[in-house]
T-cell receptor, first 114, second 114 residues
Framework: DGGITQSPKYLFRKEGQNVTLSCEQN?????MYWYRQDPGQGLRLIYY???????QKGDIAEGYSVSREKKESFPLTVTSAQKNPTAFYLC?????????????FGSGTRLTVV | QQQVKQSPQSLIVQKGGIPIINCAYE??????FPWYQQFPGKGPALLIA?????SEKKEGRFTISFNKSAKQFSLHIMDSQPGDSATYFC?????????????FGKGTLLTVNP
């Protein structure tokens, strides 16, 4: 089955620590996205990538970094500069030029600062 | 700046009722309006979507109504069931061109009581 796999499902971070969230897709989609979800805040865009080796900042990129070395993979690093990282993180992908622009989402990673 | 405003924040209906969730957008360049359904601990899933050249689209018990002049669109769930209890997000985007991304509303938590 084609889809998006996010791992781990739960992640705990200590103060001052960097952590990396994995996102892998086998849908052969060109574009990939990272969103952060907080209660009552909806989905806010962190970073997105239209093609390999290229990515753009979203609305809340500070304290986060990404890479896109392969079409299938778009890992997100939450750095120690992100002061309030506890949230539910969602990865999504999209086939460019498909007409309708609906994302496919992964199942998310819940990050908690301990 | 919130480009897509969603209301209400939460909604409780009885089984068989017709919950209605409303969204308003600001950017007149938006031309794709999807709705997503999210269950706890899961990623959102595309439910139904509409383009502004039609005023209504129905898929099963879910209907989108679209008012281009008012820049508003809404989701109606006919004969709602307890299994419809979830968080619903509206979104909007401008298709075509580069840097494609969806802008989401803040979500509506729907509870359907038996």
């Amino acid at each position: 089955d084609g889809g998006i796999t996010q791992s781990p499902k739960y992640l705990f971070r200590k103060e001052g620590q960097n952590v990396t969230l994995s996102c892998e897709q086998n849908l052969n989609h060109d574009a990939m996205y990272w969103y952060r979800q907080d209660p009552g805040q909806g989905l806010r865009l962190i970073y997105y990538s239209q093609i390999v080796n290229d990515f753009q900042k979203g609305d809340i990129a500070e304290g986060y970094s990404v890479s896109r070395e392969k079409k299938e993979s778009f890992p997100l690093t939450v750095t120690s500069a992100q002061k309030n990282p506890t949230a539910f993180y969602l990865c999504a992908s999209l086939q460019q030029g498909a007409g309708m622009g609906g994302y496919t989402f992964g199942s998310g990673t819940r990050l908690t600062v301990v | 700046q919130q480009q897509v405003k969603q209301s209400p924040q939460s909604l409780i209906v009885q089984k068989g009722g017709i919950p209605i969730i409303n969204c308003a957008y600001e950017n007149t360049a938006f031309d794709y309006f999807p709705w997503y359904q999210q269950f706890p601990g899961k990623g959102p899933a595309l439910l139904i979507a509409i383009r502004p050249d039609v005023s209504e689209k129905k898929e099963g018990r879910f209907t989108i109504s679209f008012n281009k002049s008012a820049k508003q669109f809404s989701l109606h769930i006919m004969d709602s069931q307890p299994g419809d209890s979830a968080t619903y997000f509206c979104a909007a985007s401008k298709t075509g061109g580069s840097n494609y991304k969806l802008t989401f509303g803040k979500g509506t938590l729907l509870t359907v009581n038996p």
